[in-house]
């Protein structure tokens, strides 16, 4: 149903402009929002910022402070949220006190957080039933790409509003990705992420099996990564200390994407198969083999601490 | 122990010429060998050549046909062996009518079979104590690149062999990637492998999940490659029919790398593994699931198959 | 929490009577709640019955047929649900035309659908609200026990509330259960069948490999039933068939508990496990190979079934 | 080919006698042979021993110590092996001071060791072509079993042969179950084991998940042991501490058998299946756990600890 190309690719623009008369709201000011917000001020914007945190309102400069969210939407023609999860979400715009009755007729709400499609489509349905409009666009990049102005937005819903709000996004992003009807932002994140778990657990399997065996892993990734075992997560962001630099693993396994990040989307990808009957195996077990370091602490640490992890070092203390 | 780095990499000069007095011999004349042996002649070499399958001797032109192994090694100072698997390889080798007592002191023996990294020690271990120098070097690129000649050889054992033997391994491949002792290049073969199972099961996991729901498969695709999901495996070998062309899945799935020999490539790896004590839980779910499709009469199939196989639509006929 | 002991367990006095004066309804007349209005019927009872579908409605002889769940309610101080799933459950019983506020106060509602834990306590805290007492009382046994009149009920919620319809349950069963607080019962259904998922098809494994290499599965089966292998899936429902009869292996796997049903308690197994970051490695794979089996066309099948599939003859028409 | 029925089953009678003039030479005497020879001292007989380690020989009362397997044999005309692994039982019996050949013509040699069915054929056709009777026969009961005389021998072979040695068997063990052709003892043992490992950690995730619910762990295994999860791993064996005494989780899951050895048997099943093609999904995971939980240095501990690495708790110090 989302016979759409990929039309709107890789913008890389940062001169574009958005609407000057646009007022941007943001809801959701953790470790991500916050990056996303400070760009957008770099970019000249001046967004009204709610958090249920007040200290994470106050500490951003140039922004409009609001106590609550409902103050954060008041006069917004472009309302962004970025939150933990989907039932936040629900609850922030469509609970007891949520912001959509209070958002103005015609207004863009854009939910940057990773809800799963069915989150989405429910999201789309109430604000059309308000008049208005409201695409999802979950991000790729994490903390580094979102503090970088990098991220890239995968966006579902209609392709108009996504073209209308592409500037306000490149002020955050790399790129703008249309994906499709409603949810379609959403399904295409999970599907990606759903392959980068279980990628980077078989090439940490391979890794320590060649290791262990004696093969020098900087050579075995180099062959790797001129070889049918290529992958992102060989050949940018190599599990194994010592064969890359600012990779996590060359950092103890610190920053990046977490255990406990990766976890929460191989398990919505889990639910959106179960959905439709859809067999995903080693994604599930790749799930259990993230939710089994979770248990030993390791949620916290960057997903690539699953060489670690198989090497039987990494829960020492 | 194999603190190498890859010297030899990438080696596409296809004017090198080896040893113009050198004598090749060539055993096992199957879909891999026969291809290969055309492009030893195709670049002035006069191979002799031995199958079982005596028409398999017959249909070459312009090598040496010989009537058995022994006969074939005689006189040749380059004998390669390419042949099913690891028990073949020894009892052709060190089996009661072995080659290796009949083999010229100081000549060298190359096995290109896939055999594992066990096999690979014990014959290097028996061609020194009969002053025969060993490698192992097993291929990638399948049928597909041995006909083409751009097969890549990864390489075990003595360093100054592999650099004596490299023109003649260039007439038939692209690229001579020495990766440290005897059996590193089996171990090497067997971990990208191992990646390739794994990422490719993971890849049709999220295609099959993202189609289901909607999304357009060429789109998701073209997402994933320009994401942290990128591979080999979606980027070269898409699973989708529909998505690439000239790739097995363009072609009913036939041709390309075999159900069963991924499946026996997985196997060798999870022997390697138990013998160390290296957990690969992804590898052995994915050889199940490759071996639960042989049992469903899809082992000849391409092994990007498994798209077809989690949709549901494999097994019919 | 539930530190009960098992206190009612196993009662099989068909003689204990409910109180005379108690008005029971029964909502949901499927394969299941059919059979269990009949039992209540043949000890005395007249249920007031509803279901979605009317011929299900005016098929059961002896009871009050009622054309719509609210007025199914009326009037009762007992009211069994029986529906497919929690989604069902709650729009049956706390949705728009939810019957909740038609059940009259201090009555119970005991609801012996499948819904995992979290729809369970939902359900009882929304009760309270309305002075209704509510218990979890999911059923073991199948249709061959809820015809036979021997489930097993599973009980979560107030004790002395367990006690009370107790006489009432073992009409259609032989055992109630006590597990402990609201939502006991579900999770002790749940933790149940994760086991017999994962053991069914451990069994069916081991039976398929020992009969491959020649083992009569007779005499496996009887090694396996005075060993540590020994289980209620290979001593009382043994997957392969012309071990036993009357079991669904001796009877093309037709009748018995469905491949469907199994993967749903799986998937709400795997949710509670989610819930509490609870490792469950080998019932997420089982979950997996029995949705696999679904898109294969076997979902209604027993679920032993499971044996065929792994010989790979399951799906060939 | 194995169509016997279990003929021999459950011997108890520990009054019968072997024939007086046997001589038994036993060799192999670590945690299980000591314990086994002790037992046919106590029955009266006088075997000749032989370990490699010289005082596990010396500390046994009441043997005749010998200082090689061939003094052991010499004279024996039943030779009962009891090794590590099948490579060592090879060595020992067809190796270059293999036993084989100073065993006297129609003596019976017995392996105890678990070896799989490949070794034990390869043993049966040797001794064969010595004109020596050959059995397979791997128990079942661990180091307590053979310490109070109540292992179970699964043999394959000839079943003439069974019968005639069944009553030293006895001696040291309560059952002997004749199982069909040689190799069909070690197929039994392992299809018992496959069983066994699956059911352990199906058995402990549920336990965990419950647990972590909010159930009685008692409560839950009175549950599950009336109903379709039942199995030896719940009512007999059953993982989580304090709901049975006498087993190894009321010990710090010391004793017992340990995930080594349960690794070992999944493994030598994982051999077995792939050389003909069966899948065994679930095993394969178990292998893979088992595994994981020896590299965190939990190899020694009974395999009922896989409950503790589930709650997390396994590997902290």
Redesign the interface.
């Known amino acids: 149903?989302?016979?759409?190309?990929?039309k709107c690719?890789?913008k890389i623009d940062k001169n574009v402009h958005s609407r000057p008369n646009s007022n941007v709201a943001f809801i959701g000011l953790g470790q991500m929002g916050t990056r996303m917000v400070n760009n957008l001020i770099k970019h000249g914007k001046q967004p009204r910022v709610y958090d249920v945190v007040p200290s994470a309102v106050s500490s951003i400069k140039g922004a409009i402070p609001c106590s609550s969210a409902e103050e954060a939407v008041d006069g917004a023609n472009i309302i962004i949220t970025m939150l933990p999860n989907g039932q936040i979400v629900k609850d922030t715009v469509i609970g007891q006190k949520g912001i959509l009755k209070k958002i103005g007729k015609n207004s863009l709400l854009l939910d940057s957080s990773t809800t799963g499609?069915q989150v989405a489509r429910e999201l789309y349905q109430a604000a059309k039933e308000s008049s208005v409009r409201f695409l999802d666009a979950p991000v790729?990049g994490g903390v580094v790409g979102a503090q970088a102005g990098t991220l890239?937005f995968?966006v579902g819903g209609d392709e108009g509003d996504c073209k209308e709000v592409e500037p306000v996004l490149l002020h955050m992003g790399a790129?703008v990705?249309f994906?499709?009807?409603s949810?379609?932002g959403q399904?295409?994140k999970?599907?990606?992420?759903?392959?980068?778990?279980?990628?980077m657990?078989?090439?940490a399997?391979?890794?320590?099996?060649?290791v262990?065996?004696?093969?020098?892993p900087?050579?075995?990734s180099?062959?790797?990564n001129?070889?049918?075992?290529?992958?992102?997560?060989?050949d940018?962001?190599n599990p194994v200390p010592g064969v890359m630099e600012n990779v996590p693993s060359a950092k103890n396994y610190d920053g990046g994407f977490s255990v406990e990040l990766i976890a929460k989307d191989l398990?919505l990808?889990?639910d959106?198969?179960?959905s439709?009957?859809?067999?995903?195996?080693?994604?599930?077990?790749?799930?259990?083999?993230f939710?089994?370091m979770?248990?030993?602490?390791l949620g916290k640490k960057d997903f690539s601490v699953i060489y670690k992890f198989?090497?039987?070092k990494a829960?020492d203390n």
Request: proline content about 3%.
């Open positions: 149903m989302f016979k759409n190309t990929l690719l890789v499609p790729s890239c995968m790129k990705l994906c499709g009807d949810g379609a399904i295409t999970l599907c990606n992420n759903l392959i980068l778990g279980v990628t657990i078989g090439t399997e391979a890794m320590n099996l060649g262990k065996l004696g093969l020098d900087k050579l075995l180099d062959v790797v001129i070889s049918t075992g290529r992958s992102w997560s060989s940018t962001y398990g990808a889990g959106a198969a179960l439709i009957s859809a067999p995903v195996p080693l994604a599930a077990m790749s799930h259990q083999l939710r089994t979770i248990t030993y602490g198989l090497e039987g829960v």
